[in-house]
């Protein structure tokens, strides 16, 4: 063992294989260990580089390797693929890692604080919450149209449609049809309560982190967004503003061959959800912007003139994530630019 330089593991629920490396590159190790001998073998190993794959569970056992002394590096999976030799297997992955981690061009991705995992598990336990609750009031509503019963949109209309359930003639709603409405709204009630917990949290947490509360005043970044931001986004990653907007998704995709570019829809890499709350939070600053208010970007009403709305909102959302990062590496605070006259 006193020949290994890096070792790649590719982690599951129960086993694990390993594929460790020379200084030459040659195999000398190769091995599947269940948990425990997993967790017995690096107590045991003397300091080596451990490269995983950056997945659900990577971030434990990287904080776990990094505390026996072990230099830890996590690679994105979509940077070992091309790595794989034809016949997917456990052993072929773990080979992968290790090769992948020997390009001097691969990144890694920076191993998370428990802290900052749990601040996420909140925001994310919040948008599962809003997501069941938006198929719970659209069942609602759609048992109610079969009833020949509808509403306004927006919560005021929910209050009536439920006011309309309870009143109506059995004739109308029949009761076993109001029972099962009623058990519709009250699972509503359920969930915009512990929504409301949830809220009055990360209320407090936005209140105690001065980044969040900074990235809070740019246009288009309300207090949700601020706090995915600061807890999902390590600013250190990118080389600059543009690098993290492409690393968001937010930039075309390219297919250039021979010397010419050809240029199409954005790439739609990186973190799913936070492309998506930039992309809603510049509709909203775009809508803002159209309805005549002060305070809106001449470059974004010049840009509405030519361009149709949904690229304009990706344009203003990838403007925002270059302001984002600017903010979060140098400290200082948001300063809007001058207003159209």
């Not at 694990?16 to 190769?30: K, M, N, S, Y």
């Not at 070992?80 to 052993?91: E, H, L, S």
């Not at 509808?150 to 359930?165: C, M, R, Y």
Request: glycine letters at 8%; hydrophobic letters at 45%; proline letters at 5%.
């Amino acid at each position: 063992m006193t020949d290994l330089t890096r070792i790649g593991v590719d982690t599951s629920k129960s086993v694990f294989t390993l594929h460790g490396v020379d200084a030459a590159g040659c195999c000398v190790l190769r091995r599947n260990l269940r948990r425990r001998e997993f967790e017995a073998f690096f107590q045991k190993l003397p300091p080596v580089e451990v490269v995983l794959e950056a997945c659900g569970g990577s971030h434990h056992w990287g904080r776990w390797l990094m505390k026996l002394g072990h230099r830890v590096r996590l690679i994105p999976p979509q940077y070992i693929k091309p790595f794989v030799k034809r016949g997917k297997n456990d052993r072929n992955d773990a080979e992968a890692i290790c090769v992948a981690a020997a390009q001097p061009s691969i990144g890694d991705v920076p191993v998370k604080a428990v802290e900052t995992q749990a601040g996420a598990m909140l925001l994310s336990t919040r948008e599962l919450l809003v997501r069941q609750r938006t198929q719970l009031v659209n069942a609602l509503r759609g048992h109610a149209t079969e009833l020949g019963l509808v509403a306004p949109q927006g919560d005021k209309g929910l209050t009536q449609l439920q006011g309309e359930i309870a009143t109506a003639d059995d004739e109308v709603v029949p009761p076993a049809a109001k029972e099962a409405l009623a058990l519709l709204g009250k699972q509503v009630d359920r969930v915009q309560a512990r929504l409301a917990e949830i809220d009055a949290k990360l209320k407090k947490q936005l209140a105690a982190d001065p980044l969040s509360q900074r990235l809070a005043h740019i246009p288009g970044v309300g207090p949700i967004i601020a706090l995915n931001l600061a807890l999902r986004v390590n600013p250190a990653q990118f080389k600059s503003g543009r690098h993290f907007a492409a690393w968001l998704g937010l930039v075309p995709r390219e297919r250039s061959t021979g010397g010419k570019q050809r240029l199409g829809g954005i790439s739609r890499a990186g973190d799913e959800r936070l492309r998506q709350l930039l992309v809603v939070g510049a509709t909203a600053v775009i809508r803002h912007a159209t309805s005549g208010r002060a305070g809106a970007s001449p470059w974004l009403l010049e840009l509405l003139k030519r361009r149709p709305r949904k690229l304009v909102a990706v344009a203003w959302a990838n403007k925002m994530a270059r302001i984002v990062w600017a903010m979060m590496t140098s400290g200082e605070a948001y300063r809007p630019a001058k207003a159209a006259a």
